[in-house]
T-cell receptor
């Protein structure tokens, strides 16, 4: 089955800095890569996603890049703000059942 | 629009007692349904998933079970809870026919005492 590795497990940055979270996947058939944000005590919610026919996608301060050859994808947050502090999960899924496999999560801490 | 309901939000149960967590989805048909557990760490551990009524796949062998008696209803059960069953349980659904995001319920904080 699919295996998703996520790094780092914890990321501490100063407000205004950029943050990068990286994930690798094992199944070359995976074609959908969402990123979720989970604030403390709340449910994970989608913040951005990318499909295998696209190399990069941006949404304001958030961007995701995908390298299908290397089987890795990354989340980039620019101009971080304290409200960006949360746990971020990457995931991968493929055609057919589209059951997502999640990474172990990255705890992002943005210091004001 | 689609919505997902999960209850209860919090639950304190003694060791050895039974468990029943319920999840329902509205506004869609034939969804993929999932139960995840989030223990003291942050990881989302997939416990069960279902691609249709009566079709349950277990990812982790344990004393929990799941059932899907109706298309949009997913139930997580246990006959006898263990201390190690404590955690944050999340139900989720996704579209089974296309590459779409997973939508999570509010979660149930289960404490086994």
């Amino acid at each position: 089955g699919e295996n998703v590795e996520q790094h780092p497990s914890t990321l501490s940055v100063q407000e205004g800095d950029s943050a990068v979270i990286k994930c690798t996947y094992s199944d070359s058939a995976s074609n959908y890569f969402p990123w979720y944000k989970q604030e403390l005590g709340k449910r994970p919610q989608l913040i951005i996603d990318i499909r295998s026919n696209v190399g990069e996608k941006k949404d304001q301060r958030i961007a995701v890049t995908l390298n299908k050859t290397a089987k890795h994808f990354s989340l980039h947050i620019t101009e971080t703000q304290p409200e960006d502090s949360a746990v971020y999960f990457c995931a991968a899924s493929k055609g057919g059942s589209y059951i997502p496999t999640f990474g172990r999560g990255t705890s992002l801490i943005v210091h004001p | 629009s689609q919505t997902i309901h999960q209850w209860p939000a919090t639950l304190v149960q003694p060791v050895g007692s039974p468990l029943s967590l319920e999840c329902t989805v509205e506004g869609t048909s034939n969804p993929n349904l999932y139960w995840y557990r989030q223990a003291a760490g942050r990881g989302l551990q997939l416990l069960f998933y279902s691609v249709g009524i009566g079709q349950i796949s277990s990812e982790v062998p344990q004393n929990l079970s799941a059932s899907r008696p109706q298309d949009r209803q997913f139930i997580l059960s246990s006959k006898k809870l263990l201390l190690s069953d404590s955690g944050f349980y999340l139900c989720a659904w996704s579209g089974g026919q296309s590459d779409t995001e997973a939508f999570f319920g509010q979660g149930t904080r289960l404490t086994v005492v």
